[in-house]
C-alpha cells in the first residue's frame, strides 16, 4: 500500500510524494522519527504532470525513481517553485535526465489520505 509524504524548502512550500516500496516508505518514517540523520533529503525523476496528493504542483516524482541521499551533485539542485516555473526545460541542460535532488528538502511529515 502506497505512503505518502511531505518535504519544505522554503517556508510555505511543501512538496507531496508518493513511496510504494517498503524499505523506502521505513527509511522515510525513521527520517520523521529521528532515527535516520545522514540519508534525509529526497531525490527521484520528476514526470511532468500533476497528482491529486500534490495539487499545488504541476509534476510529481516518480516513485520508483526515488531514494533518499547525504550529498549529490550539483546540477539536480532546485527550488520546487523554480522547477515548475521551468517545467518546460526540465529534462535537458535543466536537471539533466529529469533527475532532481533538492539539497534543502527536509521531510517534514507522513502525509495521511483524506477518507
Known amino acids: 500500500m502506497p505512503a505518502y509524504f511531505a518535504f519544505t524548502q522554503q517556508r510555505g512550500?511543501?512538496?507531496v510524494f508518493e513511496?510504494?516500496?517498503?524499505?523506502?516508505i521505513a527509511h522515510a518514517r525513521r527520517?520523521?522519527?529521528?532515527?535516520?540523520?545522514?540519508?534525509i533529503h529526497v531525490h527521484g525523476r520528476i514526470?511532468?504532470?500533476k497528482k491529486p496528493y500534490n495539487p499545488h504542483w504541476?509534476?510529481?516524482?516518480?516513485?520508483?525513481?526515488?531514494?533518499?541521499?547525504?550529498?549529490?551533485?550539483?546540477v539536480?539542485?532546485?527550488n520546487?517553485?523554480?522547477?515548475?516555473?521551468?517545467?518546460?526545460?526540465?529534462?535537458?541542460?535543466?536537471l539533466p535526465g529529469g533527475h532532481w535532488c533538492p539539497w534543502d528538502?527536509?521531510?517534514?511529515?507522513?502525509v495521511k489520505p483524506s477518507s
Do not use: N, W
Request: glycine share 4%; aromatic share 10%.
Open 31 to 39: 527520517i520523521l522519527s529521528g532515527e535516520e540523520k545522514d540519508r
Open 105 to 110: 528538502s527536509r521531510l517534514t511529515r507522513e
Open 47 to 49: 514526470k511532468k504532470t
Open 80 to 94: 520546487m517553485q523554480y522547477v515548475d516555473d521551468h517545467l518546460d526545460e526540465a529534462g535537458g541542460a535543466f
Open 76 to 78: 539536480c539542485d532546485a
Open 19 to 24: 513511496l510504494t516500496d517498503e524499505e523506502k
Open 13 to 15: 512550500q511543501e512538496f
Open 58 to 74: 504541476d509534476y510529481h516524482l516518480d516513485p520508483d525513481t526515488i531514494q533518499f541521499f547525504e550529498v549529490a551533485i550539483e
